[in-house]
């Protein structure tokens, strides 16, 4: 029998697994941890028996630079977790404790930490934004998450160049400190967010997907194209949190990461078969929604507290407080995009126009320019970096016509609305010109088909 000498950073078959651990030296080296589906067992080296019997293949862990492997947590073992909702209620526990977040940030972030050790397994890469300004709270938090994502490193920037440099193969998860949605973000999103994406990096083919957790100060739902991840706003907290130094961080590492490599181990399978959905969400945070869904595939519970958690973020507007805001965010953009020698339109303009007009409509709430964004966002509407004026909409032609569009969907166009010499009011109106056409002719043909019995009650024949 031949033997064949393998270096691997991990290596997934649908009756076994390797993973790496720390060997826990100062160096940082690693040994392998083998499953085979019922067991485990760790090595430095791993010797198996390729199907026909006519090859060993001996595995040892492969070379990784020293500066990485200090930066990243690898777990040194595997630990029990009991069930999947008692990990989940421990996880919920500590980011509790040392956010200060909402519950229903709080849990969010729990599913989001069990996505991130099965990436591999789910339709696209668990996405998290860390939102609000830079501050010891956002700094905090993801320092805590960094304790708990898999492989988890800490950048500075985004971009692609840094991550064709980093070894993918190791399955790193990237917290960001500082994310602008410019082109190259959106570049290094797009590559990084897909499970078949890939790019060219030295001569060979990379993987870049990889699960993510990214700071931004204002929502990039509204400001990058497709965006698949989930929202957590962080906001100041007026009350102290406990000490979260380097010893608690350690202690949440020694205690986390071994119940969580082996929450991989056994789970990676149903996440692989899971059949979640969530069928109220739109096609762009579908995926994203049965990432999450699937992390939990074992507990039915835990997969409806999702569903209930995730209408909160991504439901459809329902209520009519909703249908009111909305409203009056769209008759403001349809007003100041009638100004023909107006090239944008800061949020914080529009905020006061619409503050305006709920004033004229009785309503005593005022709203706010981060609210008046998160609607922008949920209307298709991109905001951008204006300069010093802040983040607003830039009123390009396509832009005014998607402002008509959303008038004429909301019942806004009207004479109140209306402007003279506005092209895409002379083609809305003309629209509905013809349909009330094409109706009435409807009506006659229809009329002049019935007979004189049916005549004598139109109504009953919905005439």
Known sequence: ???????????????????????????????????????????????????????????????????ITRAIHFPTQVASYGTTRELFESLFGVIKQFSGLAETEVRLLSYAVLASWVVEFTEVPVCIA????????????????????RRSLLLGEASLAGVSSLPMEIGPTLLIERCEPTPQFVKFLEATSSRDAQIVSKGRILNASCAKVLCSEESLSGMVPNWLGLDIPVPHLAAPLPLFDFRAQEQIVGEFQPKLEMFRLTKYALVRDSGFDLRETTNATREMVRCLGASVADDVALQAQLAALLSEQYHPIHTQAEKELHSAVIEALLALSHQANKESAGVAEITTAVNEILERRGELLEMKPRAVGSILGV????????????????????????????????????????????????EMYRKEADDRQDEVADLSQKWDRMTDKERENPLKNDL
């Open 130 to 149: 860390l939102v609000g300004p830079p501050s010891p709270e956002r700094r905090r938090l993801l320092r805590l998450l960094h304790c708990l994502f």
């Open 379 to 426: 209307l298709g509407l991109s905001t951008k970096r204006l300069g010093a004026s802040g983040r607003g909409v830039t009123l390009l032609n396509s832009v005014r016509r998607r402002i008509h569009e959303l008038a004429e969907k909301h019942k806004i166009n009207g004479e109140a609305t209306a402007a003279k010499g506005c092209a895409h009011c002379y």
């Open 1 to 67: 029998m031949s033997t064949r000498y393998v270096e691997t950073l991990g290596d997934i078959r649908p009756e076994w697994m390797i993973d790496l651990l720390a060997d826990g030296t100062p160096e940082r080296q690693f040994k392998l941890l083998f499953w085979d589906g019922k067991k485990s067992q760790v090595e430095h080296t791993l010797a198996l028996t390729w199907p026909g019997g006519s090859e060993q293949r001996m595995f040892r862990p492969g070379k990784v630079d020293s500066t």
